[in-house]
Structure formats: C-alpha cells, structure tokens
C-alpha cells in the first residue's frame, strides 16, 4: 500500500529525444506526487510536482502527466539534453507525514 | 545561500565507532528529515522532526539516535557503527508536517570499514 513502483530502472534516450519515466502507485489516501532529480555527488532536487486534481503540470521541457483512475503518474522531458542526465525519483505522500519514494530511473541522455 | 547543509561530506570509520552527522537549514522550515540512500539508490525515510518533536520514527536499529536542538539542526548520532551503516545519508527540511515540498541536503558518505 505505502509502495510507489518506478520503471524503467534505466533509460537512454538519444539529445533532442523525449525521456519518458513511469510510476504506479496504490494508496488511495496519496495526495501529492513529486518528481525529484538527483545528479551523481548531489542530493535530490525537487524538480516538479502534481496534486490529483489536475492530469497534467509542465513547467519548461519537464511535464507530469497523471491518470487518477489507473492510479499512475509519469514525467516526460521534451528535447532531452545531456545536462539532464542524472537519477529521477518519483514519491507520493498523504495521509500521513511519510514521503515514499520509487527506486529511481537513471537517465542517460547521449550528445 | 539559503539551503540545507550537512557535515562532514564524507565520513570514514572503522566498525564498533561512534560517530555524529549534523545538519542545518536556514530556509525556516519547521520539520526536518534524515533519510538513507544505498549502494542501490533507494531512499528510505529514517526519522522526521516537526519543531523539535518527534514525528516519524521508522524501523531503525536504536544504534542511530536523532536529536534537534532546534527546528533549524537536525543531528544523527550512530553507535557501535556496523559495515551495513555504509551509506549516504541525507538531511532534508520542508515547511509544515505533510512531507510536500521537501529540500535535501548535499548528503554524507558514511564509509564503515
């Protein structure tokens, strides 16, 4: 119940591709869906983040996209750039003060 | 710089050690989290502080012990180090007790040889 489940573990998508990361979740009570990034030697960084009451967020190349019926939520990043090639981590919470996150997808842009 | 830092960066010790983690933020949150990342990358909540109280508590070993002396400092004590204690620990803040909004430190590398 408490699991957010995460996929691909990896992904390489070619500069100037679309990078799609997945991400199933089954608690009802969760609320709040972020995406964080996390560069190698850095600690996560908040990048984006939805509530369930909308179905999709984008803030520059980086959109959520969210399907509350099927309980998944998924980042895609247009014009993928080698810059962006790092660790992503989704999480979900509510219900109670726990941030749970997935096991993270590792991207990997080539030039 | 606004932000949430911890020391050391790197920590390298011998097994049966003691050794302390501290963290500060000056963003004025008021709840504060150390969480686990391993050799996996999988981040795994600890413990959480809400203005000094403690709030969450997950299935910890009770060698690790989290003090906050105030709701900007989060300290991570562990004893009796183990070589299953290696590690990157990370502190991290938000504002209000809901787990929205969270901001990670740099991390420590705690090595236990």
């Known amino acids: 119940q408490q699991q957010v489940k995460q996929s691909p573990q990896s992904l390489i998508v070619q500069k100037g591709g679309i990078s799609i990361i997945n991400c199933a979740y089954e608690n009802t009570a969760f609320d709040y869906f972020p995406w964080y990034q996390q560069f190698p030697g850095k600690g996560p960084a908040l990048l984006i983040a939805i509530r369930p009451d909308v179905s999709e967020k984008k803030e520059g190349r980086f959109t959520i996209s969210f399907n509350k019926s099927a309980k998944q939520f998924s980042l895609h990043i247009m014009d993928s750039q080698p810059g962006d090639s790092a660790t992503y981590f989704c999480a979900a919470t509510g219900g109670s003060e726990k941030l749970v996150f997935g096991k993270g997808t590792k991207l990997t842009v080539n030039p | 710089d606004t932000a949430v830092s911890q020391t050391p960066k790197y920590l390298v010790t011998q097994m049966g050690n003691d050794k302390s983690i501290k963290c500060e933020q000056n963003?004025?949150?008021?709840?504060m989290y150390w969480y686990k990342q391993d050799s996996k990358k999988f981040l795994k909540i600890m413990f959480s502080y809400n203005n000094k109280e403690l709030i969450i508590n997950e299935t910890v070993p009770n060698r690790f012990s989290p003090k906050s002396p105030d709701k900007a400092h989060l300290n991570l004590h562990i004893n009796s180090l183990e070589l299953g204690d290696s590690a990157v620990y990370f502190c991290?803040?938000?504002?209000?007790?809901?787990?929205?909004?969270?901001?990670f430190g740099p991390g420590t590398r705690l090595t236990v040889t």
């Open positions: 963003l004025g949150h008021d709840t």
């Open positions: 991290a803040s938000s504002q209000g007790r809901t787990g929205v909004e969270q901001y």
